[in-house]
C-alpha cells in the first residue's frame, strides 16, 4: 500500500509540471512513527501575547505572567485554533478590544465553529457567560471541553451547527470561511441578540476568514440578512 501511495504521488506531481509551476523536486520519503508526528509540531507551538492582554500558553509550556495578562492554557490536540493561524490572531485581538470596551463582562457567547475552543474559553476569562459553542468536528467539541476544563471555565460544547433552539446572544463568534459565513449569515443574524435601533445597540457578531476578494460578498449576505458592518 505505501509503495502504491508513493508511486501514485509521483505521478501527480509529474502532472503538475505540466501548468508550467515552480520547478518540483523529487518526491522524498522517509518512515515517521506515530508518536513522532503526533507530538513533533508541539516544538513550534510557541507562548504568544496578542493584543495588550491575552497570552496563549501551550500546556507544555512555562511562562511567567504579567500581572494583567489572561492566560489562556491551550492544548489544540487535533482541532483548529492554536493561536498561529492569523484568522485566530485577529479574533483574539477583537474579544480583547470588546472586553476593553466593556461589553464582554456578563455577556452571553457563542462560537460557532469553536474548534479548540480558544476563542470560547478567552471570552469566559474575560468574563463573559453563560458561553456556548458548536462544531460539527466532534474532536473539537472534545478539544473546546477539556480546554475549558483546564482553564476553570464552563463552556457549553456540543456537536452541531446553527440553527439552535438557544439565544439570541449578546456576543457570536464565527472564525469560519467566507462560503459558510455566506451560507450561516440568516442563521448568525438570528443568533445575535436584536438592538432597538440606535447606534451601538444590540449584540455583535464577530467574523473572520475572509479572504479579501470575498469580503464584499460576506458582506453582501450579511446585509441581507439584517447585519451592519460596524468595524
Not at 25 to 49: C, I, N, T, Y
Not at 82 to 110: K, M, N, Y
Not at 193 to 206: A, E, H, I, K, T
Request: net charge negative; with cysteine.
Amino acid at each position: 500500500a505505501a509503495e502504491r501511495a508513493i508511486a501514485a504521488s509521483r505521478e501527480r506531481l509529474g502532472h503538475l509540471t505540466a501548468f508550467d509551476l515552480r520547478p518540483i523536486g523529487q518526491l522524498q520519503v522517509r518512515e515517521v512513527h506515530e508518536e513522532d508526528w503526533a507530538s513533533a509540531w508541539k516544538e513550534h507551538f510557541p507562548v504568544m501575547r496578542l493584543g495588550g492582554r491575552i497570552v496563549i500558553k501551550p500546556t507544555w509550556r512555562d511562562y511567567d505572567p504579567a500581572p494583567d495578562d489572561v492566560i489562556i492554557a491551550l492544548d489544540p490536540g487535533m482541532a483548529f485554533g492554536t493561536g498561529l493561524h492569523p484568522t485566530t490572531r485577529l479574533c483574539l485581538v477583537g474579544l480583547e478590544r470588546w472586553a476593553d470596551e466593556g461589553i464582554v463582562q456578563g455577556a452571553s457567547t457563542f462560537d460557532v465553529g469553536s474548534g479548540s475552543g480558544v476563542l470560547a474559553v478567552g471570552a469566559a476569562l474575560l468574563g463573559a457567560g453563560p458561553v456556548r459553542a458548536v462544531d460539527t468536528d466532534p474532536i473539537a467539541i472534545e478539544s473546546t471541553t477539556e480546554n475549558a476544563a483546564r482553564n476553570g471555565v464552563v463552556v457549553a460544547a456540543t456537536q452541531g451547527s446553527l440553527p439552535i433552539d438557544e439565544g439570541p446572544f449578546d456576543l457570536v463568534f464565527a472564525n469560519l470561511v467566507a462560503s459558510i459565513l455566506v451560507e450561516l449569515a440568516a442563521g448568525l443574524a438570528a443568533a445575535v441578540r436584536p438592538g432597538d435601533g440606535s447606534p451601538g445597540s444590540g449584540g455583535r457578531l464577530l467574523a473572520s476568514g475572509i479572504f479579501i476578494d470575498r469580503e464584499p460578498e460576506v458582506r453582501r449576505a450579511f446585509a441581507a440578512a439584517g447585519m451592519r458592518v460596524v468595524r
